[in-house]
């Protein structure tokens, strides 16, 4: 019977990392940026390109800087940050660098090797563009070493003194409201809206799930953008609060994961905190507080709750490695992605049949040669019985097949530029400049190797959950080993 489920496009589907039972399921609780809230990215990371480059100028870095151009989708996530030498790389899960640009200039092949790939290199020493607010921050700092390469008198700092300014100026922009206040000033240019969230939440609800809201925003940016996305959205749910059971804002994550901070209440209308010691009352505003009490005090066992969430680092490696959360991860860049694969079906076929014939042909080659190679044995061994004439044959069969082998070998380079060309045309037509975001050529990405990891399923919108019982049994057959039956 074919399931349910293949009727689902494939970006609305949920994919299994590992077994999750939905039934054992009491809790679950969703960040807000990215993961209930989406962003009109363009125009978010264009205002933080913007609001940080003036934090630059006005510290005293060169005027000119203004003129500083934003190219939206330069970036993509999973990419690492060389502060040091002011390079961007996409990395395969085996730290093989295929892909490195020194500013936005791509680095040839021998640079890149040099640097990268001659010696296994730590990763942590580099910063992982995992959310989606460091891609605007990535990109201002890669024009920024542009700038200061060709204007090399102008900025007398290393990269990552750059580096360190930059992350300090975006924390103020943050901080004072420059970013926050202009959005929440206008919700419909930043946000889009997903007319099915609500249904997805109430389904949820209605499957006996408590759901709550974990985020590191503060109240008032928490309460505006939830505002904006779900009220008024469900007769029986007015205001986004009916939705939630417990809100927390400002929660610090990851520290929230392993810290030991106190609950505060939020006097909501005031924005006023009050200490809080008691249980967590149903429909309140907490902030602050650690993963350890909200168990305690919910009396829920970390396998019982399912943790929501777009940021792997932030919301789910510490949730699930330190207190056995369930996670879902949500991978926005999937929608798009899952669709132009489709699209590429025919380009995929093509990529497997010529793989196929060259591994065919390679294997053809290699039994050439060791054949020519015995042969050159066994002209040497009659020479040195001085059996001529045997020597004379053996010359003529070595002939034939070298003459066979050098015949085939211009095929199998032409059959692997053919192949190179393909997985070029595929990876360009998912990004220009960096390709498919969980591959690197034939090979996964470092970001597909932790999604495998840490999310137990992943989607690309929270509202695809509405497709699926919120008893579901999400099964994996992740487990497949290369020598199973
Ligand atoms: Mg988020």
Redesign the pocket.
């Known amino acids: 019977m074919a399931s349910p489920y293949s009727k689902l496009e494939k970006w609305q589907r949920m994919y299994v990392n590992r077994a999750l039972n939905m039934e054992r399921i009491k809790a679950i609780g969703f960040?807000?940026?990215?993961?209930l809230?989406m962003y009109n990215r363009e125009a978010f990371e264009s205002l933080a390109f913007r609001e940080t480059l003036k934090k630059f100028i006005e510290a005293g870095y060169p005027e000119e800087l203004a003129d500083l151009e934003f190219k939206p989708n330069f970036l993509i996530r999973g990419l690492l940050v060389d502060m040091e030498r002011g390079n961007l790389l996409k990395v395969d899960g085996h730290k093989y660098v295929k892909t490195a640009f020194h500013g936005t200039t791509p680095l040839d092949k021998e640079t890149r090797h040099r640097l990268y790939n001659s010696e296994s290199f730590k990763a942590q020493e580099f910063l992982s563009v995992d959310?989606?607010?460091a891609l605007s921050e990535v990109q201002l700092f890669v024009e920024i070493v542009d700038y200061m390469d060709r204007n090399p008198k102008k900025i007398s700092k290393t990269y990552r003194d750059v580096y360190g300014d930059l992350r300090r100026f975006i924390d103020l922009s943050h901080a004072d409201g420059s970013i926050k206040n202009v959005v929440m000033a206008d919700p419909g240019r930043f946000i889009r809206k997903d007319k099915y969230l609500s249904t997805a939440l109430t389904r949820l609800i209605d499957g006996g799930k408590s759901l709550f809201l974990l985020?590191?925003s503060g109240w008032e940016y928490t309460n505006r953008m939830m505002s904006y996305i779900l009220d008024q959205e469900h007769d029986e749910f007015p205001s986004w609060r009916d939705y939630f059971d417990v809100t927390i804002v400002s929660s610090g994550k990851p520290g929230f994961f392993t810290g030991s901070q106190p609950f505060l209440e939020v006097m909501t209308e005031s924005g006023l905190l009050k200490s809080h010691s008691a249980n967590l009352l149903p429909k309140r505003v907490y902030q602050g507080g650690n993963a350890g009490l909200f168990q305690k005090l919910t009396k829920y066992r970390g396998d019982e709750i399912l943790y929501v969430?777009?940021?792997i680092f932030?919301?789910i490696m510490q949730s699930k490695g330190k207190l056995n959360w369930r996670t879902l991860l949500?991978v926005e860049e999937l929608e798009h992605e899952l669709e132009k694969l489709a699209e590429l079906k025919p380009i995929f076929q093509h990529i497997q049949q010529k793989t196929n014939e060259r591994e065919a042909l390679d294997e053809e080659i290699q039994i050439i040669r060791s054949k020519l190679m015995s042969i050159k044995r066994h002209i040497q061994i009659a020479g040195r019985e001085g059996d001529a004439k045997k020597a004379h044959h053996l010359e003529k069969e070595r002939d034939k097949y070298a003459a066979k082998i050098s015949g085939k070998a211009p095929i199998l380079d032409q059959l692997d530029n053919e192949i190179k060309d393909l997985l070029g045309r595929k990876e360009s037509s998912l990004h220009e400049t960096w390709g498919e975001l969980m591959k690197v050529g034939l090979e996964r990405s470092r970001f597909a190797y932790q999604v495998e990891g840490f999310a137990c399923v992943y989607t690309s919108r929270v509202s695809n959950l509405r497709f699926y019982s919120p008893q579901k049994r999400f099964s994996s057959f992740h487990d497949i080993l290369p020598h199973d039956p």
């Open positions: 960040d807000m940026d990215h993961t809230v959310t989606f607010f985020t590191n969430g777009d940021h932030g919301d949500v």
